[in-house]
């Protein structure tokens, strides 16, 4: 190489070099500028290793010129390289910037299911009675859930068809709350006035009026001179307080093996009052099974028969959560759709 083209390929080199790393717009671009101005394959290397063929005075002059060049280059690269790491910051603070000039998201309230309510709803009314609320297990033995409630073994409620039986023998998930009674009377004396809410567990296809798990309140109250006319006030004034004041109630003979005697009872529609209309029929909505607590039970807890009498009712809490919202499947209930949900925020 010749020292006069040396001397022009460092020029041009330098120039190109500084136009280059100015040019590049990211972190990689001016790497790329950097091997292209001083890496081992391009001119300015050439010029580098040409040095040592030169005569003293060249090598000098042209020595020094290139190491100008190359701290030029470097310096160049340094700060650019700087900007755009700068630049890269600057960028992701931007995106993460955060609007605090912005309205907050509110997180949406939750609503209570309306079962849930309704459960409420109806212990409230018994709490303010008077009455205790109490909770039995879930899954029972066949004492607490048909013998000791006078359902004898060949009682058809008792066979596997209807009832869900679990692995250890004797034991099912319970089929009603009434359970709940022997269990508190075996370990209360009376006075007793008690509610259970829980759930209970029947072999049951589910379809508009059935479900295999669904939910019960139970009453109880046993003590000296409890009559049926104690029955039909107690049923009279959860009426009004659930339905509203002019409600009427009516009672009609029925059989539970747990009650003597026992009764279906019906409120007057709340929705056409007592006319007759299509949720109600004749104007009589059956609301639940009730009666005087068979001197049988009350025996089979231990109490005597001759001094102490009771009532008890079940009441299903799907059925009034289906006639106070007019749901016309109990499907609707458990399929968690949060369209049919949300429409009970806030109820009661
Ligand atoms: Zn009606």
């Not at 042209?62 to 160049?76: I, S």
């Not at 009004?240 to 019906?266: K, S």
């Not at 919202?325 to 949300?342: C, K, N, Q, S, T």
Request: aromatic content about 8%; proline content about 6%.
């Amino acid at each position: 190489m010749d020292p006069n083209d040396a001397r022009v390929i460092l020029e041009e080199e330098r120039s190109r070099g500084l136009e280059l790393i100015r040019a590049a717009d990211t972190l990689e671009e001016l790497e790329v500028a950097k091997v292209v101005a001083l890496g081992r394959k391009g001119r300015f290397a050439e010029v580098q290793r040409a040095l040592g063929s030169f005569d003293h005075d060249d090598r000098r002059t042209l020595g020094m010129r290139a190491n100008e060049v190359r701290d030029e280059l470097q310096h160049a690269f340094d700060e650019r390289r700087e900007d755009l790491h700068r630049a890269g910051e600057d960028a992701l603070l931007d995106a993460d910037r955060v609007d605090v000039t912005l309205p907050g998201r509110r997180p949406r309230p939750g609503s209570l299911h309306p079962l849930a309510i309704v459960e409420r709803r109806i212990v409230e009314v018994f709490t303010r009675m008077g009455y205790r609320v109490v909770e039995g297990p879930e899954i029972e033995d066949e004492w607490h859930n048909f013998e000791a409630l006078n359902i004898p073994p060949d009682h058809p409620a008792r066979t596997m068809k209807d009832s869900l039986y679990v692995d250890v023998p004797g034991l099912l998930l319970r089929t009603e709350t009434s359970a709940a009674q022997i269990r508190t009377m075996e370990s209360h004396d009376p006075p007793i006035h008690v509610v259970c809410p829980g759930r209970v567990f029947r072999q049951e296809t589910p379809d508009a009026t059935h479900l295999p798990v669904f939910h019960q309140v139970e009453c109880l109250a046993v003590d000296e001179g409890i009559s049926f006319a104690d029955l039909k006030g107690t049923l009279e004034a959860f009426a009004h307080e659930m339905f509203g004041g002019d409600r009427r109630v009516r009672l009609n003979p029925d059989y539970f093996p747990f009650v003597e005697p026992g009764a279906q009872v019906a409120v007057s529609c709340f929705i056409c009052d007592g006319v007759g209309c299509p949720t109600c029929g004749n104007g009589w909505i059956e609301l639940l099974g009730a009666g005087m607590v068979h001197p049988k039970v009350l025996e089979n807890c231990g109490y005597d028969s001759e001094r102490y009498t009771g009532f008890a009712f079940g009441l299903g809490i799907e059925r009034v959560a289906m006639i106070q919202y007019g749901v016309p499947d109990m499907r609707m209930f458990i399929e968690g759709d949060v369209r049919f949900l949300a429409q009970f925020q806030g109820a009661a």
